[in-house]
């Protein structure tokens, strides 16, 4: 088994690992980059309510937005991974993210409220949670096991582009049109990165 072998089959078979991978994020690019075409397609957004309930529970200045979260979860029996914010001084917003359908749970304090809704399902949203969706925040096995799968492709997703230079530099027929390609591709996401 020479370098050049092993390298090949490298590549084919990261490739080939990687091709949902590259589907996804194709796919799941497209709402980013014509959102008004997937608005029309989809028509308004639409929200259910799953409860909207008098609720109070007292927030202490500095509090622990997870715990207090927590409780608000399990006192109104909603149940899953989620994170918090508070955009103002009169609501906490719970997040359970979800790719078919996430929930969100915000609780008023002035009004002494929790309601609990869901989108209706839409393409785009459902394409655009699957390309956003990383990071080890969330303490579910899924979530988990979710963020190492995305780890593990930007890795292979490097080592499969150093494979591929390596065949194309050890392969002297293509090494002029390579280098084209290489430049062109270079100065164009220079001078995007620059001008954007």
Wanted: aromatic fraction near 16%.
């Amino acid at each position: 088994m020479t370098f050049d072998r092993f390298n090949r089959r490298l590549h084919l078979y990261l490739a080939m690992f990687l091709l949902p991978w590259f589907f996804l994020y194709g796919l799941s690019s497209l709402p980013f980059s014509h959102g008004e075409y997937f608005q029309k397609l989809s028509g308004p957004p639409q929200r259910m309510v799953h409860f909207d309930r008098p609720y109070s529970i007292d927030i202490p200045p500095g509090a622990d937005l997870k715990t207090i979260g927590a409780k608000i979860l399990a006192d109104n029996g909603v149940q899953g991974d989620f994170g918090t914010y508070r955009p103002n001084g009169r609501e906490l917003v719970l997040y359970l993210p979800n790719f078919l359908s996430p929930t969100e749970v915000r609780y008023f304090a002035d009004r002494q409220r929790v309601v609990s809704t869901s989108p209706a399902f839409r393409w785009s949203q459902f394409l655009t949670r699957i390309h956003t969706r990383g990071g080890f925040e969330h303490a579910s096995f899924a979530s988990h096991v979710w963020a190492y799968l995305v780890d593990l492709t930007c890795l292979g997703l490097l080592v499969w582009m150093a494979s591929g230079i390596c065949m194309w530099w050890n392969l002297r027929a293509t090494r002029l049109w390579g280098a084209v390609a290489l430049a062109a591709g270079l100065t164009a996401f220079a001078l995007f990165l620059i001008k954007l």
